[in-house]
């Protein structure tokens, strides 16, 4: 198994290589996260035909490993905000959310027991716990130490939205808080971000999905529930272009809440030219992938990220690092398989124009926003795209009425058959690979054996062997 997810791991830094010039995160043993890639690939730049024998790092990576290293113990499981794609210069990240007191109490002293006393991941975070044992003073000092240095991991790595899927303002277990989220933190230290509350079912949800012979259509998440606490909560700016009366997202079927949330994180990266996205649910391995795989795979069908990728290949990078690599233990849970194989076969819902990066750039010409300015010595440098494969579209084929970029475009781009020939070429090959591995019936063999003994694995873990056919 070791040797299999080795050799994953190296494909993926293949076909990162193709595009991409990155540096590594070391995640060697699982000292950083241990549910993370062995090598965690930080995406700097788009290289080109010109500089692909040279490569000069636009960040320091051992104050970001030291970032990374301070951070950890701020989010749910450990699970860091992490880069994933490098869109124009601007990072899309994934994370868990924030933990509780309860985790971030028993890890913290679990760490410095485990370590002989030499932890210092928080500096004199010891020292907190040992003042005295009351509790909402040292919880104050332990939380402005951890998420401290998880906000100055987001604004180095120049992120200022964040997308929180979670549809409880707190993950409860019998009766205690067991995470936390950014919207909730009392003392308001994430008040220089961007926060969206974004609330979307987990994978529990999903087995109706699977109930229903895998239809997401018709399909509507119970509201009432009474777990169920965060609102939808989003910012005028963002939804003032988009044509989508938000009021009524409790009456939005599986399909349409999906779309609608991918339109809304498709607009929020085309908004902005300098600042990055986070995205995150509880754990950050079910519903997290979901959406990142969604904007990947749709900004690929654009030709604005992974532009040398083929379908195939494109396929497998998707579910190696966003899925297989970021998430291996979930494939030990029935549940999760189902929101797993509801994102690629939901690629034939998103192939029409509506969902093009080339439309959402000029929409996103509109939103005019007030912005924080992050001092330049808490972030990266802004490299933009040397080549960049996106950076040439925004006016090809858009006819402006106006003569100001606020203009509304005279009519829509029209690129819509490259895109949904690409997209539908990956969710093809999906659905074979997947149902000659997990067992859905296949009319074909699977056209790549790779991503078939990719999913074999997942297989194996999960122990699903289905008859549903999937059209």
């Not at 239809?215 to 169920?228: H, K, P, R, S």
């Not at 700016?237 to 779309?259: A, K, P």
């Not at 192939?351 to 990066?357: K, L, R």
Request: proline letters at 3%; aromatic letters at 12%; hydrophobic letters at 35%.
């Amino acid at each position: 198994m070791y040797f299999q997810v080795e050799r994953i791991e190296e494909h993926c830094l293949e076909l990162f290589d193709r595009d991409y010039k990155y540096s590594i995160i070391h995640n060697t043993n699982g000292e950083v996260c241990g549910h993370y890639p062995r090598k965690i690939v930080f995406l700097e730049y788009e290289s080109s035909d010109s500089n692909k024998e040279s490569f000069e790092s636009t960040v320091q990576i051992s104050k970001l490993q030291d970032l990374v290293n301070r951070s950890k113990m701020a989010r749910c499981r450990g699970r860091f905000v992490c880069p994933v794609i490098l869109y124009n210069g601007k990072h899309v990240c994934r994370s868990s959310t924030l933990a509780g007191w309860g985790e971030l109490y028993g890890r913290t002293g679990y760490n410095y027991i485990f370590s002989g006393g030499s932890d210092d991941t928080f500096g004199d975070a010891e020292e907190v716990l040992e003042d005295d044992c009351a509790v909402g003073n040292n919880d104050s000092q332990l939380f402005d130490k951890v998420r401290g240095s998880d906000i100055k991991l987001l604004k180095y790595l120049s992120v200022r939205y964040i997308c929180d899927l979670m549809v409880e303002k707190k993950k409860v277990k019998f009766g205690l808080n067991v995470t936390s989220s950014e919207k909730v933190d009392k003392a308001h230290r994430y008040a220089d971000f961007t926060l969206l509350s974004v609330p979307y079912p987990g994978c529990e949800f999903f087995r109706e999905y699977k109930d229903r012979d895998y239809t997401a259509e018709g399909l509507v998440f119970n509201w009432n529930q009474d777990y169920v606490d965060a609102p939808l909560t989003i910012p005028d700016f963002f939804t003032r272009n988009l044509n989508i009366n938000w009021s009524e997202y409790r009456s939005w079927d599986l399909v349409q809440q999906t779309q609608n949330y991918l339109k809304l994180l498709l607009h929020i990266i085309n908004s902005d030219d300098e600042n990055g996205l986070l995205v995150h649910c509880i754990s950050g391995w079910d519903r997290t992938p979901l959406f990142v795989s969604l904007l990947r795979l749709s900004l690929w069908a654009d030709r604005a990220v992974h532009a040398s990728l083929e379908p195939s290949e494109i396929l497998y990078l998707t579910i190696a690092y966003d899925w297989f690599l970021f998430g291996l233990v979930l494939f030990l849970f029935h549940l999760n398989i189902y929101i797993f194989f509801f994102c690629f076969n939901f690629l034939k819902h998103i192939v029409c124009d509506t969902f093009s990066n080339h439309l959402c750039m000029p929409l996103s010409s509109h939103s005019v926003h007030w912005k924080r300015q992050i001092p330049s010595e808490e972030r990266m440098p802004n490299v933009k795209s040397s080549s960049s494969s996106s950076s040439n579209h925004s006016d090809q084929n858009v006819t402006w009425t106006g003569s100001t970029p606020l203009a509304v475009p005279g009519r829509r781009c029209t690129f819509v058959p490259d895109r949904q020939v690409r997209l539908e070429a990956v969710r093809e090959l999906f659905l074979a690979a997947y149902s000659s591995t997990v067992g859905l019936k296949s009319s074909s063999p699977s056209p790549s054996g790779a991503i078939s003994g990719l999913l074999e694995q997942f297989a194996r873990g999960v122990g699903l062997r289905g008859t549903n056919a999937i059209i």
